[in-house]
């Protein structure tokens, strides 16, 4: 399998914290960058955080940033998007994304550098 599968995600209110985790294949997920991206009802999809293959580089959106924290462990082949203090405009389906790479790439905020996507997982922030 090598598209990635998203779990997590919810319910929650305005303020507090959720977590999405990103799995897939261990051979290829533990070679590949991982991108979060998410998507508003009527809205294009949009960056949020990304992940380089080897954890060492990270990534994050203007409107995340210090709010959201990006992590992996290839030995649990997982990537985790921690979330907190969370805002009804943080109400989006997230999406995660990998491509393969040399362990010295930086990962992208482009959608289109990305080669294998999951289904999403509905994040939802009430006010």
């Known amino acids: 399998q090598v598209q990635p599968v998203e779990s997590g995600g919810g319910l929650v209110q305005a303020g507090g914290s959720l977590r999405v985790s990103c799995t897939a294949v261990?051979?290829?997920?533990?070679?590949?960058?991982v991108g979060w991206f998410r998507q508003a009802p009527g809205q294009e999809r949009e960056f949020v955080a990304a992940?380089?293959?080897?954890?060492?580089?990270?990534l994050y959106a203007d409107s995340v940033s210090g709010r959201f924290s990006v992590s992996r462990d290839n030995d649990k082949n997982t990537v985790t998007l921690q979330m907190e203090r969370l805002k009804p405009e943080d109400t989006a389906v997230y999406f995660c994304?990998?491509?393969?790479?040399?362990?010295?790439?930086?990962?992208?905020?482009?959608?289109?550098?990305?080669?294998?996507w999951g289904q999403g997982t509905q994040v939802t922030v009430s006010s």
């Open positions: 994304a990998t491509r393969s790479t040399i362990l010295t790439v930086s990962p992208d905020v482009q959608a289109g550098w990305y080669e294998h």
């Open positions: 261990r051979r290829t997920f533990s070679r590949s960058a």
């Open positions: 992940i380089s293959r080897s954890g060492g580089e990270r």
